[in-house]
């Protein structure tokens, strides 16, 4: 059982490198053509990566109303993730928009959580939301709240919040479909509803672009998403969601150094103040929630 239980946390290393490098991919294609089309392609690319993975799992699709419900709001809530992200490391950094999303995103689905189904707060969670505010303050600048409406980390900030409530939404659709399953849904009707999006867009743009286009958006649509979230799923079912949970802490680390090997963006001291100050208000949250 150990072996096996180390084989997962190996796993859950890859997958977490994974989606930090997504960032850098992103940058990349956020470099190349419309968002509108990289958005489409990126969705239509995933849900085609599922297909083999669906064949693996071999699970029946059990489609309910309440899980079609959950599918139909977490696929617009993704495709605003993804127009919120696109902007953010379009007009900043992928290192510092995968720390403000990675380090935000939990304290948010936690205030959200707390807000919306009137979940009792301890003491200890409300030192871990004045401690993430302060991190908050720290990562987004808001010293100079002129600059901060006017640059990415607004997006980066809205983004945030759009993956607190994707984050809400898998947890309650948990006990009405399987994650994979849901995965898969979210993805094929993102596509479908991206493409309305970019149905006036020229989508066969991607056809002339070149090698390092491709790298990217297949690395950002299967093996920064589909891979790693199925490894992640894996490995939640294996050795439990909290120690599963608790590899999230490596992406902004392998994001940061992916952003500055491949693009030469550098570290910024506010984004690693800022970043390590919120995982602690995460830690503080998550320590008293047990």
Partial sequence: MKNKDATYQYLLVLAMLLWGGGWTALKILTCQLPMDVIIFWRFFIMSLSFLPILYFFKEPIALNKNSILFIMASSALNVAFMISSFLGIKYGLAGAGS??????????????????????????????????????????????????????NAYLLLGATMWAGVTILAQKANAHIHPVHYSFFISLVATFVSFGYAFNSDLSAVFDQGFKFWVALI??????????????????????????????????IFALLSAWAVLGEPIQAHIVVGGAISMLAVIFINKSAK
Avoid at 99 to 109: A, D, W
Avoid at 131 to 152: K, P, R
Avoid at 234 to 243: C, L, P, Q, T, V
């Fill in 219 to 252: 690395y950002l649509s299967i093996l920064g998403q589909t891979l790693a979230t199925t490894i992640f799923y894996m490995a939640s079912g294996k050795i439990g969601s909290e120690k599963t949970s608790s590899f999230m802490f490596l992406v902004p």
């Fill in 99 to 152: 720390v403000i999303i990675t380090s935000l995103s939990p304290i948010m689905t936690f205030i959200l959580m707390a807000a919306l189904f009137k979940k009792r707060v301890l003491k200890l969670q409300y030192v871990g939301l004045v401690v993430g505010l302060v991190g908050a303050f720290v990562i987004l600048e808001l010293h100079d709240l002129s600059q901060f409406l006017n640059g990415a």
